[in-house]
């Protein structure tokens, strides 16, 4: 079974590059479609599926709760938690089923057992900047202050997820067994040797 996980730093390319390794692999990837069907099993709307899916379940929540203001009702607080029990049935799932590419969501460490090919996508600040400018919403003008903010942010939510799962520090080279640098690069262009890399990794 040949399973691809990419964990990614946000704007370094690491959703396009998980999907058009998949294409070149000819085996489905998974990205959104666990959040659809997340969302479509529970009653969730989508865009509080991924709003929490990458976050821990305490990031999920306003700081202030238990401390200021009043716990939320129980039903409330449950639902980060369906969401995450959820997440990791669905990628057990969809990685028994067939070869596959992961994009995020812990997906390393939830198939550990199913020994993973795990991948990390990261880029320098300038690169990051630039895909994130090019990739916006028709109407959307943040500067770079601001978009290096909200890329930071991304990735502490990331991180603190990760921990959730694992001890291993998200990012660490020690977690993965490729670490992918797409800083000025055409994602396109780096397919090729990763497939080939890929290939090589579970014939050997």
């Known amino acids: 079974m040949k399973i691809i996980t990419i964990s990614r730093e946000f704007g370094s390319g690491g959703r396009e590059l998980g999907k058009r390794l ?16 997340i969302a479509k099993e529970n009653g969730f709307d ?20 238990g ?7 129980l039903q409330i607080m449950d639902q980060p938690i369906r969401v995450a029990a959820a997440q990791r049935q669905i990628i057990e799932n969809f990685a028994k089923q067939s070869d596959c590419v992961i994009v995020g969501r812990c ?27 090019d990739r916006a919403p028709e109407g959307e003008n943040l500067t770079d202050t601001e978009l290096m903010r909200m890329i930071r942010q991304i990735d502490k939510q990331r991180l603190q997820h990760h921990q959730m799962y694992s001890d291993m520090k998200w990012g660490a080279k020690e977690a993965y067994h490729l670490c992918v640098n797409t800083s000025g690069k055409e994602i396109k262009s780096l397919i090729p040797a990763l497939a080939a890399y890929v290939r090589a990794w579970f014939e050997a």
């Open 22 to 37: 998949a294409d070149e692999l000819g085996i489905p990837c998974y990205d959104h479609e666990i959040i659809e069907m």
């Open 107 to 133: 997906a390393d460490v939830i198939l550990e057992d199913m020994k993973p090919l795990n991948l990390f996508v990261y880029a320098d600040m300038p690169s990051r900047l630039q895909r994130c400018k």
């Open 46 to 65: 989508e865009r509080y599926v991924a709003n929490v899916s990458e976050k821990s379940i305490e990031a999920a929540y306003p700081l202030t709760i």
């Open 67 to 73: 401390h200021r203001f009043a716990m939320p009702p």
